[in-house]
């Protein structure tokens, strides 16, 4: 079935440094989204990609919908202590939209 | 507009017992989705309703089931308890299942 791997698991910056977490499908994807889940919180929607090669801003956050659309990246730039959960990509798979497979997570963890 | 409410918030049962959750999504949304989220295996596809009907089913036993009713609300039912089960049951529910999901708080089970 269809698998998505992030890395790295986990990632402890000093503020202001950047961060980034990758991606990858097994499969081709219809879409990808993101989500933030702070420490006990639930997740948040953060984005959705839909496009090949798409890239989109948030701010310091920027995504990237890999041309084959079975990668992704997220960048933060210039991380703050406001950046510090986890972070997870979701894939629907092509042609089974509806079927959200998340990936590991990375943690992120500032130091002020 | 209220977000999506999720009941109990916290459960603790023993092993063999069953246990059904409840989730209330977002007014006009009709897709619904249930994950469980565990440490060591992060957040997993249990299944997708959509319109009363299941959608999209991830890979559980059998003994995991839901359904969903004409209001939209939905239920997931976990029989014969094993200490493997206790998780974070996380509710989202979306206008459209291609969509950003909007989670629930979740439901905390505890297996003793």
């Known amino acids: 079935g269809q698998q998505v791997m992030q890395i790295p698991q986990y990632q402890h910056v000093q503020e202001g440094e950047d961060f980034t977490t990758y991606c990858n499908s097994s499969?081709?994807?219809?879409?990808i989204q993101w989500y933030k889940q702070r420490p006990g919180g639930h997740p948040v929607f953060l984005i959705q990609?839909?496009?090949?090669?798409e890239v989109k801003k948030q701010k310091r956050l920027t995504f990237q919908f890999g041309e084959a659309k079975k990668n992704s990246s997220l960048h933060i730039t210039a991380t703050q202590t406001t950046d510090v959960g986890t972070y997870f990509c979701?894939?629907?798979?092509?042609?089974?939209?509806?079927?959200?497979?998340f990936g590991q997570g990375t943690t992120l963890q500032v130091k002020p | 507009k209220a977000g999506v409410t999720q009941t109990p918030r916290y459960l603790i049962k023993t092993r063999g017992q069953q246990v059904t959750l409840s989730c209330s999504p977002i007014?006009?949304?009709?897709?619904v989705s249930w994950y469980q989220q565990t440490p060591g295996q992060g957040l997993q596809f249990l299944f997708e309703?959509?319109?009363?009907?299941?959608?999209n089913k991830g890979n559980f036993p059998g003994r995991f089931s839901g359904r969903q009713f004409s209001n939209s609300r939905s239920e997931m039912n976990v029989s014969t308890l094993e200490l493997g089960d206790s998780a974070l049951y996380l509710c989202?529910?979306?206008?459209?299942?291609?969509?950003?999901?909007?989670f629930g708080p979740g439901t905390r089970l505890t297996v003793l």
């Open positions: 989202a529910s979306s206008l459209v299942h291609y969509n950003e999901q909007f």
């Open positions: 990609l839909v496009k090949s090669g």
């Open positions: 979701a894939g629907n798979e092509r042609g089974n939209t509806g079927k959200l497979i």
């Open positions: 007014s006009g949304h009709r897709s």
């Open positions: 499969t081709t994807l219809s879409n």
């Open positions: 309703y959509f319109s009363e009907t299941q959608r």
